[in-house]
């Protein structure tokens, strides 16, 4: 099943006037509209966690993140669980006037990955997560940060202009030239992460400033369960041309035929700029 969530974040109503001057209209600020998706795949259990919180006192700020378990049957979404609650919890302190957006997604890694491994010594599990996530404040500017294989992408008009590139094996590949991009979506050892949350090793995250927001730019996060069945020309068309929630559904439903019954946990975030 699909689950979907529209949520308005930046209200728009126009700035209140004097009686006695002539009524004129300002232009409305943008607006962030949000959509979730998830779904289990052809898997026995669901692991991905994913989730869009806008800031609980109205600031305009929003954050958005996928997190895919990984542990067997519960612990994969036991790792899922903890980042998706670590970063409640800390965006909740959260102050965007006085905190810096790349310090809070740092931490969310920081301590979703102690939490983990917190997890893994009290339960006698190995669970592990991927996390990729960003945050856009009132005034649109945009940090994101990734560890692991989920991604995160900017849209605009229709192209894409920028995205995450994965902690894995065959990233690695293709960075040294021993790879292309197409023969990596079918490489044997495509899932194989160099990094992630939750390892002996700490994670090395990356987190970018992407600058400011325009009205109709689309950032997507969303776990390989998904992307690995669309090239970026897709992605783009998709989301910059659809709302949220309609691209959230087509994508999921189109990745669900492309997998052919042998589909992974998928889950996905969309948040779009309307003017």
């Known amino acids: 099943m699909v689950e979907t969530v529209v949520k308005p974040i930046i209200p728009t109503a126009p700035t209140a006037m004097s009686e006695n001057k002539p009524r004129s209209r300002k232009p409305l600020a943008p607006r962030l ?48 669980d903890q980042v998706v609650l670590t970063a409640q919890q800390l965006f909740e302190r959260y102050s965007p006037s006085e905190e810096s957006g790349e310090g809070l997604l740092r931490q969310i890694c ?59 094996y065959v990233q690695r590949l293709i960075d040294q030239g021993q790879l292309t991009e197409a023969e990596a979506q079918s490489h044997p050892q495509s899932n194989l992460l160099t990094a992630c949350l939750g390892t002996v090793q700490e994670p090395e995250p990356v987190v970018t400033d992407l600058g400011k927001l325009m009205p109709g730019d689309v950032v997507m ?14 992605l783009a068309t998709v989301t910059t041309t659809l709302p949220p929630r309609e691209s959230v559904e087509l994508l999921i439903n189109k990745a669900r035929q492309r997998a052919q019954g042998a589909g992974d946990n998928l889950s996905i975030a969309v948040v779009k700029v309307e003017s």
């Open 33 to 80: 509209i949000a959509a979730t998706g998830t779904h289990r795949g052809d898997r026995q259990y669901q692991q991905d966690q994913v989730c869009v919180i806008p800031h609980h006192r109205g600031s305009g700020a929003l954050l958005a993140l996928v997190a895919d378990g990984m542990g067997g049957k519960s612990g994969g979404r036991k790792a899922a």
């Open 110 to 168: 920081s301590e979703s990955h102690l939490m983990i491994k917190l997890t893994a010594l009290s339960a006698e599990e190995e669970p592990h997560s991927t996390l990729a996530c960003f945050l856009i404040t009132a005034d649109l500017a945009c940090h994101w940060l990734h560890t692991g294989d989920s991604r995160v992408y900017l849209f605009r008009q229709g192209e894409m202009i920028r995205r995450t590139y994965d902690q894995s």
């Open 221 to 234: 996060c969303c776990s390989d369960g998904l992307w690995h069945y669309f090239n970026e020309r897709e």
